[in-house]
């Protein structure tokens, strides 16, 4: 048996392959559309009359939010000096933790790909490469559902943590008497919304990528192999 390269790209036209293109492009879109994120939030600090101020804050992946300034040092706002102050919230676990299963997502497909391609003569030979291919699919539709329930969270948490409700809570001043403070502009997270729809459509992907993969295993072929039912015992003479 030959062990070298022989390029064939039929199994891209089976549904082994082509869900694995399908996999690649959409864990880009996954981990690509939370990964580059930058988001701007304005408050508007009204100090009663006509007389207004704004602040503020610019926000980004891996959204560590309590190291992002809303106030700078000392600065005085509505007569008031207001010290050093930072958003809270620090969801960065759960955003990395979503992109690395994208990245690592990104890179097996590739590899899968390529011994799709080019060495699918060893894959259906071996008993060793189709199980692994299907462990490695259960291993991420299990992240992915994972990953993408922990970062749905944590978006929920920074549009939390960036809102008006948040602003009034860790700003003081927003609590003196004629003072009422307001996020007015608020960051597009069209995006990070789109980042975990396409982390559960993964899952579902995967889930059902999972099928082929152990249709390619022995444990497939050696139950398509056993009889339908016992044999039926000779009758007496």
Known sequence: MMTGLRLNWAPLKEPLGFIKVLEWLMAVLAFGSCAGYVGRNVASVSCGGDRNESLSVT?????????????????????????????????????????????????????????????????????LYPIADFLMTVFFAFFWMVSSSAWARGLQLVKEATGTEAVREILHLCRESGVTCEVTEYASMRSLNISVVFGYLNMIVWAGNAWFAYKETRWSTQKASQPGGRAQAPAPI
């Open 59 to 127: 926000f980004s992946y891996p959204f560590r939010l309590n190291q992002v300034l809303l106030v700078e040092t000392n600065r005085t706002l509505c007569n008031h000096t207001v010290p050093q102050t930072h958003l809270v919230q620090d969801v960065s676990s759960s955003a990395e933790f979503f992109v690395a299963i994208g990245v690592l997502a990104f890179l097996y497909c590739l590899l899968a790909l390529l011994v799709y391609v080019g060495y699918m003569h060893i894959y259906r030979d071996s008993d």
